[in-house]
């Protein structure tokens, strides 16, 4: 059975960087893509990044690209969301989720999830 358990959250000013890890464990991540999503409080869950499985694809959503850079070391069962320029939007929960082999934007998609990191962008 695949777990995923995130790491990384915090507070953070306006401008400031994080980095999200979403660590696996029960199998190896090589044949799963894995997506990162975020909750504000009262919206919908949304796609924020998203890697396959070999690492040679990734996508992100309009809000983020050019700020938050995801990549995957399948040595350590491992993918990360670096997340720079941070605007108080971006504060959420952010989870990480897998599926088999390509990404999807589609929440349902996603047949194992971890239980969310808290992030805060605030001055």
């Known amino acids: 059975q695949l777990q995923l358990v995130e790491s990384g959250g915090g507070l953070v000013q306006p401008g400031g960087s994080l980095r999200l890890s979403c660590a696996a464990s029960?199998?190896?991540?090589?044949?799963?893509?894995i997506g990162w999503f975020r909750q504000a409080p009262g919206k919908e869950r949304e796609g924020v990044s998203c890697i396959g499985s070999s690492g040679g694809s990734t996508n992100y959503a309009d809000s983020v690209k050019g700020r938050f850079t995801i990549s995957r070391d399948n040595t350590k069962n491992t993918v990360y969301l670096q997340m720079n320029s941070l605007k108080p939007e971006d504060t959420a929960v952010y989870y990480c989720?897998?599926?088999?082999?390509?990404?999807?934007?589609?929440?349902?998609?996603?047949?194992?999830w971890g239980q969310g990191t808290q992030v805060t962008v605030s001055s």
């Open positions: 989720a897998a599926r088999r082999y390509s990404c999807s934007g589609y929440v349902p998609a996603y047949d194992y």
């Open positions: 029960g199998v190896t991540l090589d044949y799963y893509a």
